[in-house]
């Protein structure tokens, strides 16, 4: 598991801290797969109701705050593959 995917998943259970109602996966390529659900946040790559898939930057931004998910999707540099509504959900609870 690469160093990002590790300091991801430690952010993003913080901000996650009563799991996620649903299933959803963050695909970065080249560094690995995030599981979101209502167990918490790990390193995984597992079936998913959506899976939205980014770079690392792209990512990065995403999570602290500097680009938000729906920007980074109608700018093309997030990809969702799945439930809009799922993706809209975490969209919200990731700010």
């Not at 009563?18 to 560094?31: L, Q, T, W, Y």
């Not at 969702?80 to 609870?93: E, N, P, R, T």
């Amino acid at each position: 598991m690469s160093e990002m995917i590790q300091a991801a998943v430690k952010a993003l259970n913080v901000k996650l801290s009563g799991g996620f109602d649903g299933v959803a996966k963050f695909v970065i390529p080249g560094e690995g797969a995030i599981m979101l659900d209502a167990a918490g946040v790990r390193a995984a790559d597992e079936e998913a109701d959506v899976t939205l898939t980014a770079d690392a930057d792209v990512f990065r931004a995403i999570l602290e705050g500097d680009m938000g998910a729906t920007m980074a999707f109608m700018t093309g540099k997030l990809k969702i593959d799945g439930s809009m509504g799922q993706a809209m959900k975490l969209g919200s609870v990731l700010g």
